[in-house]
């Protein structure tokens, strides 16, 4: 298991911005592709963005891209999601995952680990 810690959640306006990020224990986490993933109650979770173990490239999802920054600090065993312009419709709890392999995918299936998750709530 690789306990992963999501922070930075919490409620603000649409229009403004927010910061997760997530923490990671061991030093595996530069190995592998990472991911934020989110889920409102009764729907699945949703892929939202991803980036490969070097950070060299990144995939997001088309209702966020432009939008939201992901980037990771492999030193510090962080990631951090950078969600700008936010809309009342980014209102979920967002995961951290992380994969078995290094590249950054969009599939739910290429994660294994994640985290206990974080409120985002994004008022009109």
């Known amino acids: 298991q690789v306990p992963l810690v999501e922070t930075g959640g919490g409620l603000v306006q649409a229009g403004d911005s927010l910061t997760l990020s997530c923490a990671a224990s061991g030093r595996a986490f530069r190995w592998f592709g990472v991911a934020w993933f989110r889920q409102v109650p009764g729907k699945e979770r949703e892929f939202v963005a991803a980036?490969?173990?070097?950070?060299?490239?990144?995939a997001y999802s088309d209702s966020v891209k432009g939008r939201f920054t992901i980037s990771r600090d492999n030193d510090k065993n962080t990631l951090t999601l950078q969600m700008d312009s936010l809309r009342p419709e980014d209102t979920a709890i967002y995961y951290c995952?992380?994969?078995?392999?290094?590249?950054?995918?969009?599939?739910?299936?290429?994660?294994?680990?994640w985290g206990q998750g974080t409120q985002v709530t994004v008022s009109s």
């Open positions: 995952a992380q994969g078995l392999g290094s590249n950054a995918s969009e599939a739910r299936r290429e994660y294994i680990y």
């Open positions: 980036i490969s173990s070097s950070g060299n490239y990144t």
